[in-house]
């Protein structure tokens, strides 16, 4: 089923989002809920930076579909890092 983007940022607010797949077109996003569930949205290209930060945020994985094999580059998703620096 399909969600609208302010469906997505209330499910960010509430912590229920597990992963989220951006298309290799970065248009489209699967995103699966804490419950397994799938849902999918369509997003402008300048929602993709704010959204990444908010995803960042609440550490919620997300990866890019491999446009070539239909499936999650590497299998590999982003989990925000902690780097301490002394600059």
Known sequence: SKWTLTELYEALD???????????????????NDDGFTKTVNIFPTDIEILEKKLLAKNVLFAIEDEQQNSVVGQLFCKPTVILSNA
């Open 14 to 32: 509430d912590n229920v989002l597990e992963k989220v797949i951006f298309s290799p077109s970065g248009r489209t996003l699967r995103i699966i």
